[in-house]
């Protein structure tokens, strides 16, 4: 078997990765090692491991996409929502790969279209002002019908995946990864009556930067800068049909991942399990 594995230099230094280069290839497992977005030899691979945050997860998307690769996501000193598995586990969860005894948790990725290209996103894609801190206005058309303005400081368009992201830290919903949907969030609306929008995943959207105020916009693809955008710039954006594949063990259990991860619902005394009768 042969696997990619993506890792963030800033947490893993250089013997980190020796250690976790020989655990691997101790299960006769072949590494071929990729630091950033570039392409790294695929032939052969059967999977992609990553070591890191979201972030690290979100690099190896192109490359998951492109070749339909799953990808196995270790946690390494983050909050780490897309994250399967505990460093302390690696030994343990290869052992589950190599015995095919993984679930397939299949995430829809997002579709933004502008400038003749074409880019996908697992969390969300976004635009937003630069600098000097000016005031935008937005237009969004829903399905070339449905219109209205946002003014403030930019636009998240986020998958289910994506709403424990930028979008949560801008005012946007908690979505069940399993819904059929996606959302817009406005970022400091000027109007506190332009709040986040769920819409359904069959839905196409229309962005049109209506006023930079003489300065670009910055557009954002799963939080890497993409290019920067300018009045009159309209961006098309919906979801893919394409997907990639998180491997884990066991079923995505959605709330409990918001009780490990933000304290869904407060700290409870003794962390009493309501609706499991135990207390831990």
């Given at each position: 078997?042969?696997?990619?594995?993506?890792?963030?230099?800033?947490?893993?230094?250089?013997?980190?990765?020796s250690d976790l280069s020989?655990?691997?290839?101790?299960?006769?497992?072949?590494?071929?090692?990729?630091?950033?977005?570039?392409?790294?030899?695929?032939?052969?691979?059967?999977?992609?491991?990553?070591?890191?945050?979201?972030?690290?997860?979100?690099?190896?998307?192109?490359?998951?996409?492109?070749?339909?690769?799953?990808?196995?996501?270790?946690?390494?000193?983050?909050?780490?929502?897309?994250?399967?598995?505990?460093?302390?586990?690696?030994?343990?969860?290869?052992?589950?790969?190599?015995?095919?005894?993984?679930?397939?948790?299949?995430r829809p990725l997002m579709?933004?279209?502008?400038?003749?290209?074409?880019?996908?996103?697992?969390?969300?894609?976004?635009?937003?002002?630069?600098?000097?801190?000016?005031?935008?206005?937005?237009?969004?058309?829903?399905?070339?019908?449905?219109?209205?303005?946002?003014?403030?400081?930019?636009?998240?368009?986020?998958?289910?995946?994506?709403?424990?992201?930028?979008?949560?830290?801008?005012?946007?919903?908690?979505?069940?990864?399993?819904?059929?949907?996606?959302?817009?969030?406005?970022i400091c609306a000027h109007?506190?009556?332009?709040?986040?929008?769920?819409?359904?995943?069959?839905?196409?959207?229309?962005?049109?930067?209506?006023?930079?105020?003489?300065?670009?916009?910055?557009?954002?693809?799963?939080?890497?800068?993409?290019?920067?955008?300018?009045?009159?710039?309209?961006?098309?954006?919906?979801?893919?049909?394409?997907?990639?594949?998180?491997?884990?063990?066991?079923?995505?259990?959605?709330?409990?991942?918001?009780?490990?991860?933000?304290?869904?619902?407060?700290?409870?005394?003794?962390?009493?399990?309501?609706?499991?009768?135990?207390?831990?």
């Amino acid at each position: 078997m042969r696997v990619a594995v993506f890792y963030n230099k800033s947490r893993i230094g250089l013997e980190k990765l020796s250690d976790l280069s020989r655990e691997i290839e101790t299960h006769g497992i072949e590494v071929q090692f990729c630091s950033d977005r570039s392409s790294c030899p695929v032939e052969g691979a059967e999977a992609i491991l990553t070591f890191g945050g979201d972030g690290t997860v979100l690099k190896a998307v192109p490359m998951a996409s492109s070749f339909d690769l799953p990808i196995m996501s270790f946690r390494v000193g983050s909050v780490g929502f897309l994250a399967a598995f505990e460093m302390g586990n690696l030994h343990y969860a290869l052992d589950l790969l190599l015995d095919k005894r993984l679930n397939c948790d299949e995430r829809p990725l997002m579709e933004a279209s502008f400038g003749g290209e074409k880019f996908l996103a697992l969390n969300d894609f976004g635009v937003e002002r630069s600098s000097p801190s000016r005031t935008v206005s937005l237009l969004i058309a829903v399905d070339n019908h449905s219109v209205y303005p946002v003014v403030g400081d930019g636009i998240i368009f986020s998958t289910n995946t994506g709403s424990t992201a930028y979008s949560m830290a801008a005012g946007g919903a908690l979505v069940d990864p399993q819904a059929q949907c996606f959302q817009i969030t406005p970022i400091c609306a000027h109007n506190p009556f332009v709040g986040p929008l769920v819409l359904s995943s069959s839905r196409r959207v229309r962005l049109t930067i209506l006023k930079d105020k003489g300065f670009p916009l910055e557009a954002y693809v799963d939080g890497s800068f993409n290019r920067k955008v300018f009045q009159g710039t309209e961006i098309d954006v919906r979801m893919s049909e394409k997907t990639v594949k998180l491997l884990r063990e066991g079923d995505f259990d959605f709330v409990a991942l918001l009780k490990e991860k933000l304290a869904f619902g407060g700290r409870l005394k003794d962390d009493i399990g309501y609706g499991t009768g135990q207390t831990r």
